[in-house]
């Protein structure tokens, strides 16, 4: 079961929408339940990223292929896997594999990596990007 709940001010939990609520009284009263907590990803920071990799994209001439330069970066950034043949992955930025802490560290391994391609400071694309907060 799985359904959307907020902390109210008086530290209890309580559904976020009329459709949770119905998943919510399902559960009886003093019944011992287990919680997986997952904070929501802000979707404006994602959209943020991603004209973060269209800025690079447009400046580079490496490949035609979008995702092979957005994973490219993402490997130099640091955040891969290995498989067993020591090949290195990009780490998918999917809302269900990481969260907005490790996803705020990627972005600013990023703009650190995109400013030097671009040979401008950080702070000259976070105001170009302003548009995506």
């Known amino acids: 079961m799985k359904f959307w709940v ?8 309580k559904p976020l929408h009329n459709s949770d609520y119905e ?6 009263i003093d019944t011992n339940l287990h919680f997986e907590i997952k904070k929501k990803r802000n979707g404006k920071f994602h959209r ?8 690079s994209f447009e400046n580079q001439d490496f ?14 950034a ?8 020591k090949n290195k992955q990009a780490k998918s ?4 594999s990481m969260d907005d802490t490790e996803f705020s560290e990627v972005y600013d391994k990023m703009l650190d990596i995109i400013s030097i391609q671009l040979g401008t400071k950080s702070e000259t694309i976070r105001n170009e990007l302003k548009e995506f907060e």
């Open 6 to 13: 907020q902390i109210d001010s008086f530290g209890k939990i």
């Open 23 to 28: 998943q919510f009284k399902k559960l009886q």
């Open 48 to 55: 943020k990223m991603f004209a973060l990799f269209n800025l």
């Open 63 to 76: 490949t035609d292929d979008f995702d092979i330069w957005r994973k490219a970066l993402i490997i130099r």
């Open 78 to 85: 640091g955040f891969y896997i290995t498989d067993p043949f």
């Open 93 to 96: 930025l999917s809302y269900s």
